[in-house]
T-cell receptor, first 113, second 109 residues
Framework: DAEITQSPRHKITETGRQVTLACHQT?????MFWYRQDLGHGLRLIHY???????NKGEVSDGYSVSRSNTEDLPLTLESAASSQTSVYFC????????????FGPGTRLTVL | GQNIDQPTEMTATEGAIVQINCTYQ??????LFWYQQHAGEAPTFLSY??LDGLEEKGRFSSFLSRSKGYSYLLLKELQMKDSASYLC??????????WGAGTKLIIKP
């Protein structure tokens, strides 16, 4: 069955370190998204991609970067982790246009000390 | 700015009916999603509305009024497993999803 996976599921790191969160989907979807979810806030879009070599900034992109070298993967990198980036991170994918249903990975809980 | 409002928390009794409201003010409208999210898990798709009216899917129904910027999710015959957060999300004119903060639904026996 097609799926979307994230790794690691839990990560503790220190301020200033570079961290990469992996996202892998086997749906063969063109669109992939990274969100963060914090208490009291809705899901907030960090970066998104509509295809290989395409990346776009979302609402809260400062301090994060992504790259899309193939259809299946969209890794999220925190260049220099900050305590404000402690959050739960979700990756999602969708097939076609912007109105298509997004399917979410299980999430990564990141703690920055 | 763009805004989606949902109640923070609701409580209901097993077997009863509950209605979760969502009001939105967005730059354009291209559809509205409802997702369910159990604690510690990923959001999962429940429903999609793009035209006014009621969409029924088993115990769950979703209603949309575009002129009022309003939607609701209706859950019937509540079960304990329905305890979760329910997220409303609107597709704006740029085809970006704008998410509400979610409504935590607590089901009591």
């Amino acid at each position: 069955d097609a799926e979307i996976t994230q790794s690691p599921r839990h990560k503790i790191t220190e301020t200033g370190r570079q961290v990469t969160l992996a996202c892998h989907q086997t749906w063969n979807h063109n669109n992939m998204f990274w969100y963060r979810q914090d208490l009291g806030h809705g899901l907030r879009l960090i970066h998104y991609s509509y295809g290989v070599q395409d990346t776009n900034k979302g609402e809260v992109s400062d301090g994060y970067s992504v790259s899309r070298s193939n259809t299946e993967d969209l890794p999220l990198t925190l260049e220099s982790a900050a305590s404000s980036q402690t959050s739960v991170y979700f990756c999602a994918s969708s097939d076609g246009g912007g109105a298509d249903t997004q399917y979410f990975g299980p999430g990564t809980r990141l703690t920055v000390l | 700015g763009q805004n989606i409002d949902q109640p923070t928390e609701m409580t209901a009794t097993e077997g009863a009916i509950v209605q979760i409201n969502c009001t939105y003010q967005t730059s354009g409208f291209n559809g509205l999603f409802w997702y369910q999210q159990h604690a510690g898990e990923a959001p999962t798709f429940l429903s999609y509305n793009v035209l006014d009216g009621l969409e029924e899917k088993g115990r769950f129904s979703s209603f949309l009024s575009r002129s009022k910027g309003y939607s609701y999710l209706l859950l019937k015959e509540l079960q304990m497993k329905d305890s979760a957060s329910y997220l409303c999300a609107v597709i704006d004119s740029n085809y970006q999803l704008i998410w509400g903060a979610g409504t935590k639904l607590i089901i009591k026996p």
